[in-house]
């Protein structure tokens, strides 16, 4: 985390003033419920809220110091306070120079429509036995969380990967400029925040902002079987790697096979086979985009490999439990048509001696194409050996629609109630199954598979 002092963070800061003392701080945080001892207190100024209102909580937490926006009346007097012209803007700021700071590390940056935090993981893990590695908590991938993420990292880091989320033009070349990454990859681009970004042409230029901040000797990874984010890549006078599944990539898949709660798979330039404690084809994929990383800083592939069999990915993608003679696959942090036929993909590859069964929510922010993308996905469903489609969610309605107007073994129900849909689940669980969950975030799937669990578990 970032350690320094007062008189030092001021320098960082544009038009920043200190009233106090010159303390030192160890690390910031923004909220005053998980401030620890000796943090500098950043309050954001939002839509709902106001953290200059919450600045006492923040010193009886351990705050030693605090940003103050300067038209906010009352600051405290019991801390040094650093007065700026706005707390976000000095927030970012005071990111954008410790990066700058950072001159031993190697940056890179990761983004894509869908895999990103997985592929985040799975570098973080490989990177991370050869070097001192650090990357993005959570989901804080935003022009908040990347600031967070970036002072988070210790003075002494060697591999620093940081995530870059968007939804509208612009978002991503912010944070790379702020980052500078040295490598930056770009897993896919999907249908994703259609609804604000209207084309996938957009999704793929704003994905592509990424090389705006990317150091000239840098290099680009990208999804080469992306014939659009392919084509607008190349636009781009930058050292550039591709993967994926075709032979035409760099780095292609020369055989995947899938076991109960890990793959195996082999590459093209190499003899050694790979494997994770995942399952899906597009994590293979996603390993791919980690391997050239991974090799660009001389790693080697029994460092590689290595790294891939401790992997752990973060909660809801893929996360996989096992109950009894049930097993559960959790991938409820977020949905869209791609990330949507992965999962169906992935379900339909398991070994065939469980039954297998979709729990689909809504895909969220898919704009006038949303019944239409729906609808297609049960046209998918219906051609698969999945067995049994549950869902709920208004959109989803249309989804198991498909799939019942069609000719198929797959068979098909939708639920109005949560309630229903967890009843229906545990029916259908008396025998050796393997359920996968899959819904945008915004429908708290999780709540239905923590249900599932606790009744499973009785």
Same mark, same amino acid.
């Given at each position: 985390?970032?350690?320094?002092? #007062?008189?030092?963070?001021?320098?960082? @800061?544009?038009?920043?003033?200190?009233?106090?003392?010159?303390?030192?701080?160890?690390?910031?945080?923004?909220?005053?419920?998980?401030?620890?001892?000796?943090?500098?207190?950043?309050?954001?100024?939002? /839509?709902?809220?106001?953290?200059? /209102?919450?600045? =006492?909580?923040?010193?009886?937490?351990?705050?030693?110091?605090?940003?103050?926006?300067?038209?906010?009346?009352?600051?405290?007097?019991?801390?040094?306070?650093?007065?700026?012209?706005?707390?976000?803007? *000095?927030?970012?700021?005071?990111?954008?120079?410790?990066?700058?700071?950072?001159?031993?590390? +190697?940056?890179?940056?990761?983004?894509?429509?869908?895999?990103?935090?997985?592929?985040?993981?799975?570098?973080?893990?490989?990177?991370?036995?050869?070097?001192? +590695?650090?990357?993005?908590?959570?989901?804080?991938?935003?022009?908040?969380?990347?600031?967070?993420?970036?002072?988070?990292? =210790?003075?002494?880091?060697?591999? *620093?990967?940081?995530?870059?989320?968007?939804?509208? #033009?612009?978002?991503? *070349?912010?944070?790379?400029?702020?980052?500078?990454?040295? !490598?930056?990859? !770009?897993?896919?681009?999907?249908?994703?925040?259609?609804?604000?970004?209207?084309?996938?042409?957009?999704?793929?230029?704003?994905?592509?902002?990424?090389?705006?901040? #990317?150091?000239?000797?840098?290099?680009?990874?990208?999804?080469?079987?992306?014939? #659009?984010?392919?084509?607008?890549?190349?636009?781009?006078?930058?050292?550039?790697?591709?993967?994926?599944?075709?032979?035409?990539? =760099?780095?292609?898949?020369?055989?995947?096979?899938?076991?109960?709660?890990?793959?195996? %798979?082999?590459?093209?330039?190499?003899?050694? @086979? %790979?494997?994770?404690?995942?399952?899906?084809?597009?994590?293979?994929?996603?390993?791919?985009?980690?391997? $050239?990383?991974?090799? %660009?800083?001389?790693?080697? =592939?029994?460092?590689?490999?290595?790294?891939?069999?401790?992997?752990?990915?973060?909660?809801?993608?893929?996360?996989?439990?096992?109950?009894?003679?049930?097993? @559960?696959?959790?991938?409820?942090?977020?949905?869209?048509?791609?990330?949507?036929?992965?999962?169906?993909?992935?379900?339909?590859?398991?070994?065939?001696?469980?039954?297998?069964?979709?729990?689909?929510?809504?895909?969220?922010?898919?704009?006038? $194409?949303?019944?239409?993308?729906?609808?297609?996905?049960?046209?998918?469903?219906?051609?698969?050996? !999945?067995?049994?489609?549950?869902?709920?969610?208004?959109?989803?309605?249309?989804?198991?629609?498909?799939?019942?107007?069609?000719?198929?073994?797959?068979?098909?129900?939708?639920?109005?109630?949560?309630? /229903?849909?967890?009843?229906?689940?545990?029916?259908?669980?008396?025998?050796?199954?393997?359920?996968?969950?899959?819904?945008?975030?915004?429908? $708290?799937?999780?709540?239905?598979? /923590?249900? @599932?669990?606790?009744?499973?578990?009785?």
């Amino acid at each position: 985390m970032i350690i320094r002092k #007062l008189s030092e963070i001021v320098s960082m @800061i544009a038009g920043a003033n200190l009233q106090g003392l010159d303390t030192v701080i160890h690390g910031v945080s923004i909220d005053s419920r998980t401030i620890a001892l000796g943090n500098l207190f950043i309050p954001i100024v939002g /839509e709902n809220s106001n953290g200059h /209102e919450y600045v =006492d909580g923040a010193i009886q937490n351990g705050a030693v110091a605090t940003f103050w926006k300067r038209d906010q009346p009352n600051p405290p007097k019991e801390v040094p306070v650093i007065f700026v012209d706005d707390t976000l803007t *000095a927030l970012q700021q005071l990111a954008a120079n410790y990066r700058n700071q950072l001159q031993q590390a +190697t940056f890179i940056g990761v983004t894509g429509s869908n895999g990103k935090t997985s592929t985040k993981d799975m570098l973080h893990q490989v990177l991370s036995t050869r070097f001192k +590695t650090q990357k993005t908590i959570g989901n804080y991938n935003n022009h908040i969380g990347v600031p967070l993420t970036l002072l988070s990292l =210790d003075d002494d880091v060697e591999m *620093a990967v940081i995530e870059m989320g968007m939804d509208h #033009l612009l978002e991503i *070349a912010f944070l790379s400029k702020m980052v500078k990454p040295n !490598i930056a990859i !770009i897993t896919n681009v999907g249908n994703a925040h259609l609804a604000t970004m209207g084309s996938l042409e957009n999704i793929a230029q704003a994905k592509l902002e990424i090389v705006i901040g #990317l150091q000239k000797d840098g290099l680009l990874i990208v999804n080469g079987d992306d014939d #659009l984010l392919k084509h607008e890549a190349e636009k781009h006078l930058c050292k550039q790697f591709t993967f994926g599944e075709g032979q035409k990539n =760099d780095l292609y898949l020369t055989s995947f096979q899938q076991g109960e709660s890990s793959l195996q %798979f082999t590459v093209s330039n190499s003899a050694t @086979i %790979f494997e994770l404690p995942s399952i899906g084809q597009h994590q293979a994929i996603n390993c791919l985009a980690v391997m $050239q990383a991974a090799r %660009f800083v001389q790693l080697s =592939d029994v460092d590689i490999q290595s790294g891939f069999r401790q992997v752990q990915l973060t909660a809801q993608r893929n996360e996989v439990q096992v109950i009894g003679h049930v097993t @559960i696959i959790n991938d409820t942090y977020k949905s869209n048509p791609e990330s949507v036929k992965a999962a169906i993909q992935s379900l339909e590859s398991l070994p065939d001696q469980n039954r297998k069964i979709f729990i689909m929510g809504d895909m969220v922010d898919m704009g006038n $194409q949303a019944v239409f993308l729906h609808e297609q996905i049960g046209a998918c469903m219906a051609e698969t050996n !999945i067995d049994l489609v549950l869902g709920s969610g208004e959109l989803t309605s249309y989804t198991i629609a498909s799939i019942q107007e069609r000719e198929t073994s797959c068979e098909a129900h939708y639920f109005r109630q949560e309630a /229903e849909l967890v009843e229906a689940i545990i029916a259908s669980a008396t025998e050796p199954c393997t359920i996968l969950f899959k819904a945008s975030r915004s429908l $708290q799937f999780e709540k239905v598979v /923590e249900a @599932i669990e606790e009744r499973l578990v009785k």
